[in-house]
């Protein structure tokens, strides 16, 4: 048996209405960018972005078999973006638009961690939210925790997110490989 250690994190949920907010631009330093749409992700790039990004902030919820995960990742509901830049994957968002509840959820939202510092976290969730409230929701969410990178809670408030709820909870420690 394995031994799991269990780590305590703080979650915030929040959410932002519609209208979307402008574009804003990628860098202007001579490189070339393109936001992707990815209906149809092989379930090992999908890894890939989700391992390279959530390995340091402890994301378990996409441990999942393959059959399960494609079945999750290539639902309708779920819309995947990658950001590629000079042909390099330098970020991604997910999100899930739940028609019922007239919501829409940014699922995961990541710079890689080689595009670090680089700026691109902002205009890449200006995208993100664009997206999401595309879907004709009546409001975003998302959701962050204290494990997360450092930032993302601050980007996410000065994007126009309000938190709405504070919650704690256990997670599994990743240990590194």
């Known amino acids: 048996m394995i031994p799991v250690t269990l780590i305590k994190a703080i979650v915030t949920q929040l ?18 960018y393109a936001l992707v749409r990815a209906p149809n992700i092989p379930v090992g790039f999908y890894r890939y972005l989700y391992d ?15 059959a399960r995960l494609a079945q999750e990742i290539h639902s309708p509901s779920i819309g995947i973006h990658v950001l590629y830049v000079d042909g390099a994957p330098a970020g991604w ?18 710079v890689l961690p080689d595009f670090h510092g680089q700026k691109l976290a902002r205009p890449l969730l200006t995208r993100a939210i664009e997206a999401g409230l595309s879907t004709g929701c009546e409001v975003l969410s998302l959701e962050t925790n204290t494990l997360d990178h450092p930032a993302a809670l601050r980007l996410y408030r000065t994007s126009g997110f309000e938190a709405v709820g504070v919650r704690e909870v256990l997670t599994a420690a990743i240990e590194p490989r």
Not at 52 to 66: F, M
Request: charged share 25%; net charge positive.
């Open 15 to 32: 959410i932002i209405y519609p209208p979307a907010r402008p574009l804003l631009p990628w860098p202007d330093d001579g490189r070339v």
């Open 52 to 66: 390279t990004v959530g390995k340091a902030h402890h994301w378990t919820s996409r441990h999942l078999p393959d």
């Open 93 to 110: 968002f997910e999100t899930e638009h739940k028609v019922q509840l007239r919501e829409t959820r940014i699922v995961h939202f990541a």
